[in-house]
């Protein structure tokens, strides 16, 4: 489809691109053009087209378009055990309420989950999720069903999933369907065998691919590696030759500036998760020292079971907020460079360079903020209005793949969320039974 939209606020997320008024065209799932209407006669003779048949043509109201967020780190399926496993300790939290009733899930079960996950991420924005969970093939299906796009990592450890099955899934799932990729992945340090570390480390090596995993969450993860390999979990997964050709750690509360250093120089992400880290007592984490060491920052939500709220408003106030709780500095990590984590940040370390930006030739993966509201104004400084006061509330309209599937309140996917709701509700029913 050809769609038009004008009458708008553009932030680009473009380095050094102040936000300014004009027109955003889509054409299939593209963006043809992203200037101002002054601009945009220059570009039709560039084009050497006389005019553009539109399919609709949206009036923007002065609204603000953007590129969409990239939650980096979730688990979709754990829709489930929102509200169901709370108020424990991570450990506790994990051996005693997760691992249990996952262990009765189906790839089915998990394929409908995702879909109520994906509502939720739609309302908030969220135009690419980093899955890291039980079965990719059906959660990139629902991903497919719902147009959402989808990153997911393996999560491999001695319990479930596999080298082999890490193996399958890269060489399946990569080039299956334009909204799917797969990146090698584990789950923890402390879940594999060095052994089973290896073979991945050798894997991602033949393949020339990142690896990704949760790393340094906690206290109690950092100081049991040492006991075990005598290194933070940083170094130990370094010397078996793990992040050559870079990657990502999720959480990353308990970095050392050795690791952080180190990092720098293997292209890892980190992935903060402050919603999550929050809830489970695991920690702040050391924004600003990431920050200060040159490292690529994005945000992720965690999953629904340890957060429980998959929305990017909270995650951005909390990366800013927590971060000057933890430095006594209200001046750390300022709200724009928050904005950055979750968008430009993110889709690198999601490999998703093509859905960094709002410009010319990217993906047509963005959003529409509703300005006429009065959490967002006056209109002093709109970025920061998004990270200190924006909400969900604010979403007007979410595209992906130049697909509306969010609109003033209403879903444009396959499903009605009502089936959708009815049925997550079926599924933990039967298995807490």
Not at 111 to 123: C, R
Not at 248 to 263: D, P, S
Not at 268 to 294: D, R
């Amino acid at each position: 489809m050809n769609i038009r939209f004008y009458n708008a606020l553009i932030l680009s997320m473009e380095e050094d691109r102040p936000i300014f008024k004009g027109e955003v065209w889509v054409k299939d799932e593209r963006i043809l053009y992203a200037g101002t209407s002054k601009d945009k006669d220059i570009f039709l003779e560039r084009l050497q087209e006389p005019c553009i048949i539109w399919d609709e043509e949206i009036d923007c109201q002065g609204n603000l378009l953007m590129p969409g967020f990239k939650n980096a780190h979730t688990h979709s399926g754990m829709t489930l055990l929102r509200s169901y496993a709370d108020d424990l300790p991570l450990q506790s939290w994990l051996n005693e309420q997760v691992f249990p009733i996952e262990a009765k899930m189906s790839a089915e079960d998990v394929y409908h989950l995702t879909k109520l996950a994906i509502l939720e991420y739609l309302t908030s924005g969220i135009t690419a999720i980093f899955e890291m969970y039980l079965t990719p093939e059906s959660i990139g299906q629902a991903c497919i069903d719902m147009g959402m796009r989808c990153v997911q990592a393996g999560g491999v450890n001695n319990f479930s999933q596999s080298a082999e099955l890490l193996e399958k899934w890269y060489e399946e799932l990569n080039g299956k369907h334009p909204l799917l990729s797969f990146l090698p992945g584990f789950h923890a340090e402390y879940t594999c065998s060095k052994e089973l570390l290896e073979r991945i480390a050798a894997f991602a090596q033949k393949k020339k691919a990142p690896v990704y995993m949760h790393l340094s969450e906690t206290e109690a993860e950092v100081e049991s590696c040492i006991e075990r390999y005598g290194m933070t979990p940083g170094m130990f997964l370094n010397s078996l030759g793990m992040f050559e050709h870079g990657g990502g750690a999720y959480h990353g509360v308990w970095l050392t500036e050795e690791e952080m250093a180190l990092f720098k120089e293997k292209n890892v992400s980190v992935v903060t998760n402050p919603g999550s880290n929050t809830k489970l007592a695991s920690g702040i984490a050391p924004v600003s020292g990431f920050l200060k060491a040159g490292l690529n920052v994005a945000i992720g939500t965690d999953g629904p079971a340890s957060n429980n709220c998959l929305d990017m408003f909270r995650e951005m106030f909390l990366v800013t907020g927590l971060a000057k709780l933890k430095t006594k500095d209200a001046s750390a990590v300022d709200a724009v460079e928050v904005l950055k984590m979750a968008t430009r940040n993110g889709a690198a370390a999601m490999k998703l360079q093509e859905a960094d930006v709002l410009a010319e030739g990217k993906l047509a993966d963005m959003i529409m903020m509703d300005l006429h509201m009065p959490n967002m104004q006056p209109l002093n400084n709109i970025a920061k209005n998004i990270v200190y006061s924006g909400s969900k509330q604010n979403v007007k309209m979410t595209m992906i793949h130049g697909k509306i599937l969010y609109r003033d309140g209403k879903f444009y996917v396959p499903d009605e969320p009502e089936d959708i709701y009815r049925k997550a509700n079926e599924i933990i029913n039967r298995l807490k039974g």
